[in-house]
């Protein structure tokens, strides 16, 4: 029963195209533009730079680091981006250590017409560890994970002021550990 319908459906759209005289003469109708990978409502890319405080807890050791993080996100339509990240401390703690993390994966937006942005992301990657008091319990490097989301806040043009939470996840002697950290800064579209 469907069929017969598709067959009439084309069959009438084909004897109302044929009916039409053409009033443009040989020129023909303008191409249909390209799929483009830019977003329509907002900048593709975003740059975010700010202010960290984590909670770690690595090799038994618990510590906190005070550090910054460096965001850029490149974005596909207007709720989907890719992130990638790096967030290093200032200094040591005491006692405790240094963390980098660098990492890269989805970022998505709840598009609204307000001034404040909710987003999400999951981000993948590399957290490398520097302890402060005692020699090498393991290797520097494992697999760390952030997760989390946040608000952005627009504030002028733009610029906006962000505030996140993330959990992070590591991999240290073959255990996971389970920490978090929050965060403030400044974000540039562009």
């Known amino acids: 029963m469907c069929g017969v319908f ?21 020129a023909s109708a303008p191409a249909a533009p390209a799929p483009s990978l830019l977003p329509s409502d907002r900048e593709p890319w975003q ?21 910054y993080s460096v965001d850029v996100t490149r974005y596909v339509n207007n709720w989907l ?36 942005e909710p ?5 993948p990657g590399l957290m490398h560890m520097r ?17 989390g989301g946040g608000a952005d806040v627009q504030f002028y ?8 939470g993330d959990y992070i996840a590591t991999r240290y002697q073959s255990k996971f550990q389970n920490d978090y950290s929050i965060g403030t800064g400044v974000v540039l579209s562009f």
Do not use: M
């Not at 987003?119 to 981000?123: A, D």
């Open 47 to 67: 740059a975010a730079i700010g202010f960290k405080y984590q909670h770690l807890n690595a090799y038994g050791i618990s510590f906190h680091n005070l550090g």
């Open 119 to 123: 987003w999400v992301h999951v981000l």
């Open 81 to 116: 981006g890719f992130e990638g990240g790096l967030v290093t401390c200032l200094g040591h703690s005491v006692p405790g250590g240094c963390s980098v993390f660098f990492g890269g994966g989805p970022h998505i937006v709840v598009t609204t017409r307000r001034r404040i």
């Open 6 to 26: 598709l067959c009439l459906s084309l069959t009438a759209t084909a004897n109302d195209s044929a009916g039409t005289p053409d009033v443009s003469g040989t």
């Open 157 to 164: 043009g733009r610029l906006a002021w962000r505030v996140q």
């Open 131 to 147: 302890l402060t008091q005692t020699a090498s319990i393991g290797g520097p490097n494992a697999f760390g994970l952030t997760a």
